[in-house]
């Protein structure tokens, strides 16, 4: 099992980012896979959850409505679409694999993006 | 969606135990059984420990067990080693209003002494 995250970088407030998750090892689908970001010094925090079939998604109250994740399960990849970003969003965002029904156990992670909010 | 509240240190010697409370809510650890723990080396992944309140992932030794009681889980580390020194995660599963979420806690910074 490998997770890839990618498309992290320097974005200006206010503006957007796509993330993207690849995924290899298993099949994408059958898993519902977490969106999670680390504020360096700081504790982490989940943004955002995807069933496996895309038809479910649910957020954080801190991102609900700036973020939206997505899948293309035939790519094997998994997103994440940032707008209206601010300082606060600058974070290390993690992809990571649920074990268990979308519950938030998971045991897979990728080695994250950094993703910097600034002038 | 307030996150669970963790101490933000505990210690112990080696070959002694620790444990790390994670207290949370009627709408998520008080009300489901889907607490995990991760272990949390600054640079790197998180890794699971437990899931599901009280069941190790494969190849997370023994010494790791969890609990919970109401709205508080516990995380066990028994035979301290060096190796246990990290930052410590819970996490529950959660519904508010319908809406389903994770939750994380603050972090606990474990130190071998």
């Known amino acids: 099992v490998q997770l890839v995250e990618s498309g992290g970088g320097l974005v200006q407030p206010g503006g957007c980012l796509r993330l993207s998750c690849v995924a290899s090892g298993f099949t994408l689908s059958d898993y519902w896979m977490h969106w999670a970001r680390q504020v360096p010094g700081k504790g982490l925090v989940w943004v955002s959850r995807?069933?496996?079939?895309?038809?479910?998604?649910n957020y954080a109250d801190s991102v609900k409505g700036r973020f939206t994740t997505s899948r293309d399960n035939a790519r094997n990849t998994l997103y994440l679409e940032m707008c209206s970003l601010t300082a606060e969003d600058t974070a290390v965002y993690y992809c990571?694999?649920?074990?268990?029904?979308?519950?938030?156990?998971?045991?897979?992670w990728g080695q994250g993006t950094l993703v910097t909010v600034s002038s | 969606q307030s996150a669970l509240t963790q101490p933000p240190s505990a210690s112990g010697s080696p070959g002694q135990s620790v444990t790390i409370s994670c207290t949370g809510t009627s709408s998520d650890i008080g009300k489901y059984t889907y607490v995990s723990w991760y272990q949390y080396h600054p640079g790197k992944a998180p890794k699971l420990m437990i899931y599901e309140v009280t069941k190790r992932p494969s190849g997370v030794p023994d010494r790791f067990s969890g609990s919970m009681f109401g709205n508080t889980a516990s995380l066990t580390v028994s035979g301290l080693q060096a190796d246990d020194e990290a930052d410590y995660y819970c996490s529950s599963y959660g519904v508010i209003n319908n809406n389903p979420y994770v939750v994380f806690g603050g972090g606990t910074k474990v130190t071998v002494l």
């Open positions: 995807i069933r496996g079939d895309g038809r479910e998604t």
């Open positions: 990571g694999r649920d074990e268990v029904l979308g519950s938030g156990s998971l045991q897979h």
